[in-house]
């Protein structure tokens, strides 16, 4: 038996032979029944896809199992570690990995990137910025290097 857990360890889905099935889950869980699942955590109600995909119903986003929600805006700080001036961040995470967004700081303007996911990590660049978060709930904390700069950064979903 697998164990797979969607939406920052809110909701598990019990899969036996590749498929996924309906079960009861231990305290702290919820009950799944397919194709739908509800979270504690977040107050939410999921759509879980046969092809490993789940939707939140109260974002509206969509996430792969086992991977916390990224795609979105998301708004923050960074401040400098040697010597780049500190300033603010909105990033859109769009599906297919890429994203767009604006920054206030060493350099202002707009910008465009990449981005990709592994579990609760996501790292990629954004315009000449490379980065590498951790996302937590509505949380995202990380860093960012500029060049020779670098940078801590801490942003919270819109």
Same mark, same amino acid.
């Given at each position: 038996?697998?164990?797979?857990?969607?939406?920052?360890?809110?909701?598990?889905?019990?899969?036996?032979?590749?498929?996924?099935?309906?079960?009861?889950?231990?305290?702290?869980?919820?009950?799944?029944?397919?194709?739908?699942?509800?979270?504690?955590?977040?107050?939410?109600?999921?759509?879980?896809?046969?092809?490993?995909?789940?939707?939140?119903?109260?974002?509206?986003?969509?996430?792969?199992?086992?991977?916390?929600?990224?795609?979105? $805006?998301?708004?923050?700080?960074?401040?400098?570690?040697?010597?780049?001036?500190?300033?603010?961040?909105?990033?859109?995470?769009?599906?297919?990995?890429?994203?767009?967004?604006?920054?206030?700081?060493?350099?202002?303007?707009?910008?465009?990137?990449?981005?990709?996911?592994?579990?609760?990590?996501?790292?990629?660049?954004?315009?000449?910025?490379?980065? $590498?978060?951790?996302?937590?709930?509505?949380?995202?904390?990380?860093?960012?290097?500029?060049?020779?700069?670098?940078?801590?950064?801490?942003?919270?979903?819109?």
């Amino acid at each position: 038996m697998k164990i797979v857990r969607l939406a920052c360890s809110a909701v598990a889905v019990f899969c036996l032979s590749g498929s996924l099935v309906s079960a009861f889950l231990p305290s702290g869980w919820v009950y799944f029944g397919w194709p739908f699942a509800y979270s504690l955590q977040n107050t939410s109600w999921y759509y879980v896809s046969q092809d490993g995909w789940c939707y939140n119903y109260t974002t509206g986003q969509w996430s792969r199992l086992g991977e916390a929600e990224v795609i979105g $805006t998301w708004t923050g700080t960074y401040a400098s570690t040697t010597g780049m001036r500190n300033g603010s961040i909105t990033i859109t995470f769009n599906a297919g990995g890429t994203l767009s967004g604006h920054n206030t700081g060493t350099t202002s303007g707009d910008f465009t990137g990449a981005w990709v996911q592994s579990g609760d990590i996501v790292s990629g660049t954004a315009g000449q910025a490379q980065f $590498t978060a951790r996302i937590a709930g509505s949380s995202m904390t990380g860093s960012m290097t500029f060049g020779s700069q670098d940078a801590t950064m801490s942003m919270a979903r819109q």
